[in-house]
């Protein structure tokens, strides 16, 4: 089997490995591990001591394909709003598990504010600054209490940028006086894994079961993150959840997570997803969102939407008509796709091609259930239309009638191709 091979997660035959076997943790109404579906995982990134604001972000999230959203409650105030915006949700129709996100101080914001605890569907909690010392085992133990008193889970996170000083320290020691020769990466890469291993086993004897633990051991290097999540496995049965704990901006952000995630999807490994991109000021949230729905799409695990392929266009392309038609065909659909899928079977599984020249365009659109090939430079300005394989229609005119004819089309397709919900997948 080729280098290549073993990276991407193929076996010898070719084949991507099967999902590790975990425990299935109930997450609100959302499964996790189990061999349920991989999980989409987002985070507001708003004060959630402003109600407002905070479930509007939720709101957008959800809607986006968000299937877990996490709350920062880091002060009264924030512990506070939890039950407001939670009720807020619930009258807006929207039922999204809710995690709370707790460091330093999770122990007292949980037992002072009962009603934060019992509205929250999961807690997060970071072992690493938890606390000190002997106290950091009683705070951890406090939370995993409230957890278990109120039959909620947790995801005990640990973090390359937060971990335990003393168990670094530790390791650092016993590595020069047993002269082991690990270089202080591994070191720390080892100190994630047992650092999870350990607090899981706190959790279990505090009371927690096997079936409310989720585990992540966060990092913001792709390379290690392969490293420490492929030794995680060999160690625990508990549903993962995946991410770059701080991707990045952009491109950077979309390349280095998908870089890493892919590889450990591939292996098999991950039961709930988060790509932690940092947006432009002012920028859209649900960005990371459909980052993570893409990725598990491109990965054939799961189906979220509609697919479009473009192609990135060259010297036969000088126009810019097919970019804006395949640009306001993806707008398009995240604008209807919140509708459709409460209204039609199937209908994520759908593709679309927009295509810029007749080189790859007739056979990129045959391929879509819908596609149109546009005309490259000096070719004749036809645009053919495919559907399921067979041409159906040739537009012409300008951009404006071409975009509300194909939008059309893709309509009329829809409607007519997948079939009505009945009230039964309606209530699921």
């Not at 280098?3 to 425990?23: C, E, M, V, W």
């Not at 080189?359 to 659109?365: A, D, I, K, R």
């Amino acid at each position: 089997m080729s280098a290549l091979n073993q990276i991407a997660g193929f076996d010898a035959t070719g084949s991507r490995h099967p999902r590790r076997k975990t425990y299935g943790v109930n997450v609100g109404h959302v499964r996790v591990g189990g061999g349920a579906p991989i999980v989409v995982q987002s985070m507001t990134n708003t004060d959630t001591a402003d109600v407002a604001a905070t479930l509007k972000q939720t709101l957008e999230l959800a809607e986006a394909g968000s299937e877990i959203v996490r709350w920062t409650v880091n002060v009264p105030e924030a512990a506070a709003a939890v039950p407001e915006i939670k009720k807020g949700l619930l009258a807006a129709g929207c039922n999204v598990p809710i995690i709370g996100d707790f460091h330093y101080n999770g122990h007292v914001l949980l037992t002072k504010y009962p009603d934060c605890a019992k509205s929250l569907d999961k807690y997060r909690i970071n072992p690493g600054n938890v606390g000190a010392g002997q106290r950091r085992d009683e705070q951890f133990s406090t939370i995993c209490k409230v957890a278990r008193d109120n039959g909620k889970p947790v995801r005990i996170g640990v973090n390359g940028g937060s971990l335990n000083q003393e168990l670094v320290m530790l390791k650092m020691q016993e590595n020069t006086d047993k002269n082991l020769g690990k270089e202080s990466e591994e070191i720390i890469n080892d100190c994630m894994v047992l650092s999870a291993v350990q607090s899981t086993e706190l959790a279990l004897e505090t009371g927690l079961r096997n079936d409310q633990i989720i585990i992540s051991c966060k990092t913001s290097r792709p390379r290690d993150l392969i490293t420490v999540y492929r030794d995680l496995v060999s160690k625990t049965e508990q549903p993962l959840h995946l991410g770059l704990t701080e991707a990045g901006m952009g491109t950077k952000g979309l390349v280095w997570s998908a870089a890493s995630l892919g590889v450990l999807l591939y292996d098999g490994i991950g039961d709930t997803i988060r790509i932690s991109l940092t947006p432009r000021p002012g920028g859209d949230r649900r960005e990371e969102v459909y980052a993570a729905c893409e990725l598990l799409q491109s990965l054939g695990l799961r189906s979220f939407s509609p697919s479009v392929t473009a192609c990135p266009g060259c010297g036969r392309t000088t126009s810019s008509t097919f970019q804006e038609l395949a640009e306001r065909t993806q707008d398009y659909i995240r604008e209807m796709m919140p509708t459709w899928k409460t209204q039609y079977e199937g209908v994520e599984t759908m593709t679309l091609a927009v295509m810029g020249c007749i080189v790859n365009g007739p056979g990129e659109s045959k391929a879509a259930n819908i596609g149109i090939s546009l005309p490259g430079t000096g070719e004749a300005p036809r645009c053919p239309v495919y559907i399921d394989g067979k041409k159906d229609v040739t537009l012409e005119g300008t951009y404006d009638e071409l975009a509300a004819a194909f939008q059309k089309l893709v309509d009329t397709y829809i409607s007519t191709k997948f079939p009505r919900k009945t009230a039964e997948a309606l209530s699921r």
